[in-house]
C-alpha cells in the first residue's frame, strides 16, 4: 500500500532537511571560529559536565542525519512499527497516513533537538535551562496525542 504524503508530512519533512543542511553548513563555515575543546555531554541543567575534542562536532550532524534516514525508512513501512494497535487489512488503510504522521513528526522533533544541541556545542556553551524539559514533553506528547488517534481509529 502506498502512503501518500499530506501537506503536514512534507511540511515536516521540510523543515526537518533544512536542519540538517543548517548543521552541516553551519559548523561547516563557522569551523575557525570553534574553540579547540567542545562540549562532549551535558546534565539535566544544560550545564557542560565533560568536554571533547572540536572534531566531535560532526557527529550529532551524522547522527541526525542517520536518524532522518531510518524514520524515513520507518514511515515508509509502518506494518514494522510496533503499535499496541492490532493492524488489519481493513484498518490499515486508516491506521498507516496516522503511523506516518507520528514518525514525520518524531523525525522533525529530533532533527530540531539536535540543531540545538549543535549549535551550543559548536558554541562550547551550555544548553537553555528549557531545553531538556521541552524535549521530553515535545516527544511523549506527540506520541501520546498519537497513539491516542490510533486507538480511535482502530
Same mark, same amino acid.
Given at each position: 500500500?502506498?502512503?501518500?504524503?499530506?501537506?503536514?508530512?512534507?511540511?515536516?519533512?521540510?523543515?526537518?532537511?533544512?536542519?540538517?543542511?543548517?548543521?552541516?553548513?553551519?559548523?561547516?563555515?563557522?569551523?575557525?571560529?570553534?574553540?579547540?575543546?567542545?562540549?562532549?555531554?551535558?546534565?539535566?541543567?544544560? #550545564?557542560?559536565?565533560?568536554?571533547?575534542?572540536?572534531?566531535?562536532?560532526?557527529?550529532?550532524?551524522?547522527?541526525?542525519?542517520?536518524?532522518?534516514?531510518?524514520?524515513?525508512? %520507518?514511515?515508509?513501512?509502518?506494518?514494522?512499527? #510496533?503499535?499496541?494497535?492490532?493492524?488489519?487489512?481493513? #484498518?490499515?488503510?486508516?491506521?498507516?497516513?496516522?503511523?506516518?504522521?507520528?514518525?514525520?513528526?518524531?523525525?522533525?522533533?529530533?532533527?530540531?533537538?539536535?540543531?540545538?544541541?549543535?549549535?551550543?556545542? %559548536?558554541?562550547?556553551?551550555?544548553?537553555?535551562?528549557?531545553?531538556?524539559?521541552?524535549?521530553?514533553?515535545?516527544?511523549?506528547?506527540?506520541?501520546?496525542?498519537?497513539?491516542?488517534?490510533?486507538?480511535?481509529?482502530?
Amino acid at each position: 500500500m502506498r502512503i501518500f504524503n499530506s501537506r503536514a508530512a512534507i511540511i515536516k519533512n521540510i523543515i526537518s532537511i533544512m536542519s540538517i543542511v543548517f548543521c552541516f553548513a553551519y559548523i561547516f563555515l563557522i569551523w575557525n571560529e570553534i574553540p579547540a575543546r567542545v562540549p562532549g555531554h551535558f546534565d539535566a541543567a544544560g #550545564n557542560i559536565t565533560s568536554w571533547s575534542e572540536k572534531g566531535t562536532v560532526w557527529l550529532l550532524p551524522l547522527i541526525m542525519l542517520a536518524l532522518f534516514v531510518l524514520m524515513t525508512a %520507518a514511515g515508509k513501512f509502518p506494518s514494522m512499527m #510496533n503499535t499496541g494497535v492490532k493492524i488489519t487489512e481493513e #484498518n490499515k488503510e486508516r491506521l498507516y497516513p496516522i503511523l506516518k504522521g507520528m514518525a514525520d513528526t518524531i523525525k522533525l522533533i529530533i532533527c530540531l533537538m539536535f540543531t540545538v544541541i549543535s549549535i551550543s556545542i %559548536a558554541a562550547a556553551s551550555a544548553l537553555p535551562v528549557w531545553f531538556l524539559a521541552v524535549s521530553v514533553a515535545a516527544v511523549l506528547g506527540s506520541t501520546a496525542v498519537y497513539c491516542i488517534i490510533l486507538r480511535k481509529a482502530r
